[in-house]
């Protein structure tokens, strides 16, 4: 039994009919179709969307039931998909492949410093609750860190139906070859309005490996340890 979130299957199916049709058209834009800008398409609409979740064991039922509602919502999930498949095509990932084989990663024979994907949460302190609202910066040598893609942002707000969590996907950055091993470090700054702002410094071990372009996978993860944000002005308790 386990969670399912029922849009992912729409638009799935609506962005892979969409984009097969503008194939067969003969993509007079030249329009990229391949897997990786149809899944950030899917990413895009996703995320510009009420997550729909079910268990999955009751999912089918409660698909039946909501079928009627959603008819109305089938013209918005096209027009999102739309507005995705533009900005996707104008900012295309600059190490992505596009190309529709689906070559496993090593194309680029550069050696890099794959950075894992960061996540961290935020409680408030004086309660344990996850902050709602948080803006949070990834700095490397004092400069904002790059992401891998706009899909991922830096600096981070934090996003009220995912309280407390932030995450990050710096790019890869460049190595002289590939097997070096070291510890980057990187620094967060996290501000809250009404709160004490927080600085965390931490390191993340990388070894430096052919660059690929699959970037984010659950195996290559770094949690940072829970962090805890005071009311400002608030005199310090004593130990
Ligand atoms: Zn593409």
């Known amino acids: 039994m386990g969670l399912y979130n029922i849009n992912e299957d729409k638009v799935t199916a609506a962005v892979n009919s969409i984009f097969d049709r503008i194939e067969k058209e003969g993509n007079p834009q030249k329009i990229c179709t391949c897997s990786q800008c149809r899944t950030d398409t899917m990413c895009y609409v996703l995320n510009r969307m009420e997550p729909h979740y079910v268990v999955s064991n009751r999912g089918l039922a409660r698909i039946e039931k909501e079928a009627i509602t959603y008819q109305q919502k089938e013209a918005d999930i096209v027009s999102l ?121 931490f390191e993340v071990p990388v070894m430096s490996e052919m660059l690929r372009t699959t970037f984010f996978s659950m195996e290559r993860i770094f949690r940072l340890p829970d962090m805890y944000m005071f009311p400002s002005g608030e005199e310090e308790l004593p130990v």
């Open 81 to 201: 998909i739309y507005e995705g498949i533009n900005q996707i095509h104008h900012r295309l990932r600059p190490f992505a492949t596009h190309s529709n084989t689906e070559e496993p990663c090593e194309i680029e024979h550069t050696p890099a410093f794959m950075v894992p994907g960061i996540i961290g949460r935020i409680f408030n302190g004086m309660n344990f609750a996850p902050l709602e609202e948080a803006q949070i910066e990834l700095r490397r040598e004092e400069l904002l860190v790059s992401m891998v893609d706009s899909n991922w942002q830096n600096p981070y707000n934090l996003v009220r139906s995912i309280p407390g969590i932030f995450t990050f996907l710096p790019a890869p950055l460049p190595a002289t070859s590939k097997g070096i091993h070291q510890k980057l470090g990187f620094s967060l700054s996290i501000k809250a309005s009404g709160f004490e702002a927080l600085l965390h410094s």
